[in-house]
């Protein structure tokens, strides 16, 4: 993978942020690549280690542009984040090969990049070429025209009523730069000008407020809405949630197929369960103290988690090759977040270590990062005990995946009101969450998991140590 990436013209970042072994990563590609060569292409870089294709999310240059070295001309989404590429040459962006929302074999070319503005028709020339060949190739029916095929069918009445150009209500966005410039992908302007959209009135949801071509669906679907609503009054079918189209196949998201790879790993992998009650009257009291502080709950959990496995480093272990297994030497906190188009892990790394008050701080930033599909790898893949909770959705109890790496998983339930029987005999009220532990059986034993347990209520009823 190592080698696909070093066969890119380009190298990922985030926002702003460069790779410190960007430098090597050069001069390999400098040495691999042919030094004379005046069209190069431009490869889908591995942006992670499970990483076999990427999407383009948006093309931060258009064809034609100047490029210099370093500076970000596309974003890709990968299996778990979208990040900003950028060229390791001076030159031209002369064909792009691969639009926004096409999909693309790691190694595979999206772009060529021309050295001077001399050699751009030549460098179109040759994209046509490779086109042509890969269709012609290709038994698959070529697709229909973008517009077409990425726009929900409704949109077609809008070909009937006819309206003005599109405008949603926003006020001043990031996209406008004040009300000045209009930033948008070039794909998300020519689409713009086929649907009568205005795109001064479109918010954009691509990076730093770019504006893409489903922001400008979305403007259309919108301006539809209520003539389709209007037309269909005679005649109510039941609803179906917002956005979901009944009886539609929808293909994974690329963050989505890495999950799916996973859940099937993890079926090779023998596991057990433990279940365990969990008295919480002192954690509340506790978070009920410190939550002004900024303090949130998934941090308490995470601290106290961290702490009991501290006391018992066979629970943070992992076994990888079915030979041998290892004792991690940190204890990284791994916590399960729904995002919009699938499931992430941000990582709460040396959490045993960390105090309470930066642990939340910096549970409030990776989350942030992660909705906004920035996570770095080391943010998303060094957990080593993972968490899972759906307490705040009112769940009670239920069973979580064992990660593929890792020993185990917790699933965490919600604390509720419980009427309990005292040590001197009455019937008392307590609060009390359900805990359930799926963990790997080839390293880790019924024993193991219920002295764990024993040690993390222990933490959490008197939670003293959790805010040292």
Request: with cysteine; aromatic share 4%; hydrophobic share 40%.
């Amino acid at each position: 993978m190592m080698a696909q990436l070093l066969n890119s013209s380009f190298t990922p970042t985030t926002r702003g942020l460069r790779r410190q072994s960007i430098p090597s990563i050069t001069q390999s590609t400098s040495r691999k690549s042919q030094i004379h060569a005046k069209i190069r292409e431009i490869f889908m870089p591995a942006l992670s280690s499970t990483m076999t294709e990427g999407k383009i999310v948006s093309w931060v240059k258009s064809e034609g542009d100047k490029l210099n070295k370093g500076e970000s001309v596309v974003v890709v989404e990968s299996d778990k984040a979208d990040m900003d590429v950028e060229t390791f040459y001076d030159g031209y962006l002369a064909a792009i090969m691969v639009e926004e929302g096409g999909i693309a074999a790691v190694g595979s070319a999206i772009a060529l990049l021309a050295e001077t503005e001399d050699e751009i028709a030549q460098a179109i020339s040759k994209a046509k070429e490779q086109s042509s060949s890969s269709s012609s190739s290709s038994p698959a029916a070529p697709s229909p025209p973008p517009a077409e095929t990425t726009i929900p069918d409704s949109i077609a009445v809008a070909t009937v009523v006819k309206a003005a150009p599109v405008k949603a209500v926003a006020s001043t966005h990031p996209a406008s730069d004040g009300g000045k410039r209009i930033v948008a992908s070039p794909y998300a302007k020519k689409l713009a000008k086929e649907l009568n959209v205005d795109l001064s009135g479109v918010v954009g949801t691509g990076p730093m407020g770019r504006i893409v071509a489903k922001d400008v669906e979305a403007a259309v679907v919108a301006s539809v809405a209520v003539p389709v609503a209007a037309a269909a009054e005679s005649a109510k079918p039941i609803s179906a949630a917002p956005g979901v189209e009944l009886g539609s196949v929808v293909p994974f998201t690329t963050m989505q197929g890495a999950v799916s790879r996973n859940m099937v790993e993890s079926l090779g992998v023998p596991t057990f369960r433990v279940g365990y009650t969990i008295t919480t009257d002192a954690l509340d009291a506790l978070y009920k103290k410190i939550k002004p502080k900024g303090v949130t709950m998934t941090a308490l959990l995470a601290k106290a988690t961290a702490l009991a496995l501290a006391k018992h480093p066979v629970v943070n272990s992992s076994c990888r090759d079915g030979k041998s297994f290892t004792y991690n030497s940190n204890i990284n906190i791994a916590v399960a977040v729904a995002i919009d188009g699938g499931l992430i892990t941000p990582v709460l790394q040396n959490a045993d270590k960390v105090d309470i008050y930066s642990l939340s701080r910096k549970w409030k930033e990776l989350v942030d990062k992660a909705r906004a599909k920035q996570l770095q790898p080391q943010e998303y893949s060094t957990g080593t005990f993972t968490l899972s909770n759906l307490g705040m959705f009112g769940v009670d109890r239920f069973d979580a995946i064992l990660p593929p790496g890792t020993g185990a998983i917790m699933a965490v339930g919600a604390s509720e009101p419980t009427v309990v029987a005292t040590k001197d005999g009455r019937i008392g009220m307590k609060s009390q969450m359900q805990v359930n532990v799926t963990a790997d059986h080839r390293v880790i034993y019924g024993a193991d998991l219920a002295q764990f347990l024993q040690t993390l209520a222990k933490i959490i009823e008197d939670p003293k140590d959790l805010t040292f």
